[in-house]
């Protein structure tokens, strides 16, 4: 960490003392989701460079550690989406090192990137969230049966870790249902499954202890999958002139922070809810690590509320630099 002096060249006979720190922003990484890791990786170290920091851009895996080992970090900016980035195995890492890191610590990344798991802390702290079940391959016939019996069609069928709306399938009839969930348990050994709420996609950026502005997402199809999340010609819109009601908007708001409250987060996090016809909203997951991309929410939501890109970024590396 340096000091220089923000005022230099100016005609003025103040000092202004400014932070300069020396940055690692991790991106890419293992998981499935490393091209989107990738793009909101060079967003953020671009930003960081444009406030002044030294940034390195680096990529890293559990064989391959050594981003980690350059003298001198003085905060590891996390970047990386999905398995081994969000779920608490790279903090874990940096941890072991003693290296300041952006985002939540090992344990509430690893239990918030649980899907089942943040339903289980949600329904203990009175959200409403769809009912579930997580079907693993030990699962005998019959168990599924049942299971599947009680939570009939239509049903969301998800991997428990992962993100991006990767193999996420809508399922309306048994036939889709049951070979949807043979499809993912053989590829991911468990599989969630979620009753089918229809309704508005809303979700709340969280920055700090700060809850940003509800933002409304329209998907041109069913749900908000990888296509309508990435793809430029998607035509997905996103609105904050939703017109819903204050009182409902806050109460969405504080529900969005307590769950994040309730995880143990830090930092940042973005929460993900449906409103259905009757008013209620449900809580689908939480996201400790969203994208920075120039289609992610978190930045919009920031932008909002007054908070540029580049200022946005700066202040988690900050948060992290303050532990």
């Not at 939480?286 to 908070?307: D, K």
Request: charged residues 25%; glycine residues 8%.
């Amino acid at each position: 960490m340096k000091c220089v002096n923000a005022m230099e060249g100016a005609a003025h006979s103040d000092h202004i003392c400014q932070d300069v720190l020396d940055i690692t922003v991790l991106m890419g990484g293992p998981s499935s989701e490393k091209e989107v890791s990738i793009q909101s990786g060079q967003a953020i170290a671009a930003a960081l460079e444009r406030r002044g920091h030294h940034v390195v851009r680096a990529d890293i895996s559990e064989a391959n550690q050594a981003a980690l080992d350059r003298p001198g970090i003085d905060v590891v900016f996390i970047a990386l989406h999905g398995q081994f980035g969000e779920s608490g195995d790279v903090q874990r890492i940096c941890e072991g090192r003693g290296l300041r890191y952006t985002g939540s610590a090992s344990r509430a990344s690893e239990l918030a990137m649980d899907k089942a798991a943040t339903k289980q802390v949600a329904r203990r702290i009175g959200l409403a969230t769809p009912d579930w079940r997580v079907i693993e391959e030990f699962h005998t016939p019959q168990q599924v049966a049942d299971w599947m019996d009680q939570l009939g069609v239509p049903v969301v069928l998800k991997p428990v870790n992962g993100g991006s709306s990767i193999d996420l399938v809508i399922a309306h009839t048994l036939q889709r249902r049951d070979g949807a969930l043979d499809e993912l348990v053989d590829k991911y050994s468990r599989c969630l499954v979620e009753r089918y709420v229809r309704g508005k996609e809303l979700t709340v950026g969280i920055l700090g202890s700060q809850a940003l502005p509800v933002l409304q997402i329209i998907p041109p199809g069913e749900c908000y999958d990888y296509k309508a999340k990435y793809a430029d010609d998607s035509g997905t819109l996103y609105t904050f002139d939703h017109g819903l009601a204050d009182d409902l908007v806050q109460r969405v708001q504080a529900d969005a922070l307590a769950l994040y409250n309730a995880l143990g987060c830090r930092d940042m996090s973005r929460v993900d809810f449906l409103l259905d016809e009757q008013g209620t909203h449900w809580l689908l997951e939480i996201n400790t690590i969203p994208g920075f991309t120039s289609h992610s929410l978190l930045p919009m939501a920031a932008g909002r509320a007054g908070i540029d890109f580049d200022e946005l970024v700066d202040r988690i590396a900050r948060m992290a630099m303050s532990r």
